[in-house]
């Protein structure tokens, strides 16, 4: 594994979204280095504790945008987060258990998660609200 590099193909066309997007993905590669360079539990507990909050955030603000414009989608969506949410949850207690083993799982998940997450069901709302007058 390597640090994620930013592609065309996670553009959405929402830049709101976009600029979060890129923002989580920055946090899962600090995530990866804390891990490579065995920098320490605290600097892993906190790393993961700031991404959990802001994967929160950013979760919610997409469901509000996404409900404010009616978008069709969006109960897949709702489901999709609902899920991540519970994973991330269980593999974080998992991990303060056991973090030489749960980290790089937790890292894992959240990168296999995420890129899965803005090319396959993200990117479907970029046409939908671009046509709604949102860019
Ligand atoms: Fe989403």
Redo the contacts with the bound molecule.
């Keep these: 594994m390597a640090l994620i590099v930013w592609r065309e193909e996670y553009v959405t066309g929402i830049s709101e979204m976009d600029q979060q997007h890129k923002v989580l993905l920055e946090m899962i590669n600090d995530l990866y280095e804390i891990v490579r360079d065995r920098k320490g539990d605290e600097a892993l507990s906190d790393i993961v504790a700031k991404l959990s909050g802001y994967c929160q955030e950013h979760?919610d603000r997409?469901e509000s945008l996404l409900e404010e414009y009616s978008y069709p989608g969006l109960d897949e969506?709702r489901k999709?987060?609902g899920e991540f949410t519970d994973k991330l949850a269980t593999l974080t207690a998992q991990m303060e258990a056991d973090k030489e083993t749960m980290a790089p799982e937790v890292y894992k998940f959240l990168r296999h998660w995420w890129l899965g997450?803005i090319v396959s069901?993200?990117k479907h709302y970029g046409p939908f609200l671009n046509k709604k007058g949102v860019n």
């Design positions: 979760l997409e969506q999709n987060h997450h069901i993200d």
